[in-house]
């Protein structure tokens, strides 16, 4: 359709497009009085500014995938959207090494039942909604992730770009190490929001440490209504500070 607007467009601008008398008299009624070289000027400036409009305006292609069954993605696509309207299905679809979803809003969405693994490639921006559950173990998310109604979302890997935002009833677990909120350290901790209300009135937080895989994790975060987000110290940290205790235990029986 593109290229049919931009050679239509040509012809008209090169005068190679005939003039009839019906276009004559929509020209006439159009721009009034003025002579027709004139008029014929102008309406071949709008039609190029048209026509470039429509042939440099992105038009996304979605994939709706809501069949039940497992996809894995490996490709490049433009928006995917998991059983959207579709409670109980529980399509599953796993983001590999090469799979990219280049969309900048909404670019993935999980809905209802559905469940998604990321395990490699890149995600411009995710939205886990519904009952969805997510676990992120690799790749990359340029944008920020974000969890609304009862969607669950696991991070032990990968990177994110923006900030972490939850709201809603749903929870954000994180699975690592040398957690810090704001520059304190914090061991297995559950945050909340601070006022109660929507997520965008909620100051800035900052969260940093290392993931289970090791990548890094460093960023910005909102909590807002009923979201949770859950610090879990990855095992070797919890065997340590379960020992730390026993130890304190062991020291106040012998005092």
């Known amino acids: 359709m593109r290229n ?16 009839t008398n019906a276009i004559r008299t929509a020209i006439a009624e159009i721009f009034g009085s003025e002579s027709v070289m004139m008029r014929l000027t102008r309406v071949r400036i709008m039609a190029v500014g048209i026509a470039l409009f ?21 490709y490049e696509v433009d928006r995917v959207r998991v059983d959207f309207g579709l409670p109980g299905t529980g399509t599953t679809v796993n983001i590999l090494d ?3 979803i280049t969309t900048s809003l ?6 209802e039942d559905s469940v998604i693994n990321i395990l490699g490639g890149s995600v411009d921006s995710f939205h886990a909604s519904g009952n969805s559950q997510v676990a992120v173990s690799g790749g990359s998310m340029y944008k920020a992730l974000y969890g609304q109604d009862s969607s669950r979302v696991t991070i032990s890997g990968g990177s994110i770009g923006q900030d ?12 690592g190490l040398d957690f810090a909120v704001d520059g304190t350290p914090v061991g297995c901790i559950e945050l909340s929001s601070i006022f109660g209300g929507n997520y965008w009135d909620e100051p800035d937080r900052r969260l940093t440490g290392t993931l289970f895989n090791g990548d890094p994790l460093d960023n910005d975060f909102l909590i807002g209504q009923f979201g949770k987000m859950v610090l879990v110290p990855e095992p070797a940290t919890l065997l340590l500070l379960g020992l730390g205790g026993l130890a304190l235990l062991r020291k106040r029986r012998q005092a």
């Open 164 to 175: 972490l935002r939850v709201r809603d009833n749903a929870v954000f677990t994180i699975d």
């Open 54 to 74: 429509l042939c440099t305006s992105p038009v996304f292609a979605t994939l709706t995938l809501d069949d039940g069954g497992v996809h894995n993605i490996d």
């Open 98 to 100: 090469g799979g990219s």
């Open 4 to 19: 049919g607007v931009l050679v239509l467009t040509l012809l008209l601008f090169s005068g190679g497009f005939p003039l």
């Open 106 to 111: 909404y670019g993935l969405e999980s809905l």
